[in-house]
T-cell receptor
Framework: KQEVTQIPAALSVPEGENLVLNCSFTDSAIYNLQWFRQDPGKGLTSLLLIQSSQREQTSGRLNASLDKSSGRSTLYIAASQPGDSATYLCAVKQSGTYKYIFGTGTRLKVLA | DGGITQSPKYLFRKEGQNVTLSCEQNLNHDAMYWYRQDPGQGLRLIYYSQIVNDFQKGDIAEGYSVSREKKESFPLTVTSAQKNPTAFYLC????????????????FGPGTRLTVL
């Protein structure tokens, strides 16, 4: 059974710092992996999606990498800003299914 | 604007009452999903639908029911059989059969917060 873990559960950093969020999964038979941002009381906003055949995706200050063989993905945020404060979740889609399995998220606080 | 709408934003249910949460999308997506989110936990899948008139149970379907009579609509009913329904409910859609340009990205609505009185 696929399990998705995100460590740390919470993180506080000063503004301007580069940071890395981690996501690990137990079953490497995935179709894709998606990173989301969630603000308090809101829905999820898609940040980046990496197909199983890809190694990384970039959007602005965000870079997500995928290492299927080791069951890991990282989300790199460059030059963090207070507006980046939110909960970040990763989700994997199992090969051959329509199901997504979500991690519990990392709550990020960027201090001004 | 294309997107997913959920209504109402807040919903209060009395003991023994059935309530229905609305989810509508105008993205022309085939697949739609309902998730439940509890504090400190990840999203858990309640039901999903790959196509009109077809849906499958997710991991926590007991006490919930859905219908998919139209492509753009996927309402969720929380029945009185659901013993602990207080949670944040999220609807999502994706387009897994979108051809070469499909990325299968999941798009989410703004959520409905359900509270049992």
């Amino acid at each position: 059974k696929q399990e998705v873990t995100q460590i740390p559960a919470a993180l506080s950093v000063p503004e301007g710092e580069n940071l890395v969020l981690n996501c690990s999964f137990t079953d490497s038979a995935i179709y894709n992996l998606q990173w989301f941002r969630q603000d308090p009381g809101k829905g999820l906003t898609s940040l980046l999606l990496i197909q199983s055949s890809q190694r990384e995706q970039t959007s602005g200050r965000l870079n997500a990498s995928l290492d299927k063989s080791s069951g890991r993905s990282t989300l790199y945020i460059a030059a963090s800003q207070p507006g980046d404060s939110a909960t970040y979740l990763c989700a994997v889609k199992q090969s051959g299914t329509y199901k997504y399995i979500f991690g519990t998220g990392t709550r990020l606080k960027v201090l001004a | 604007d294309g997107g997913i709408t959920q209504s109402p934003k807040y919903l209060f249910r009395k003991e023994g009452q059935n309530v229905t949460l609305s989810c509508e999308q105008n993205l022309n997506h085939d697949a739609m999903y309902w998730y439940r989110q509890d504090p400190g936990q990840g999203l858990r899948l309640i039901y999903y639908s790959q196509i009109v008139n077809d849906f499958q149970k997710g991991d926590i379907a007991e006490g919930y029911s859905v219908s998919r009579e139209k492509k753009e609509s996927f309402p969720l009913t929380v029945t009185s059989a659901q013993k602990n329904p207080t949670a944040f409910y999220l609807c999502a859609s994706s387009n897994p059969r979108g051809g070469e340009t499909s990325t299968d990205t999941q798009y989410f609505g703004p959520g409905t917060r359900l509270t049992v009185l």
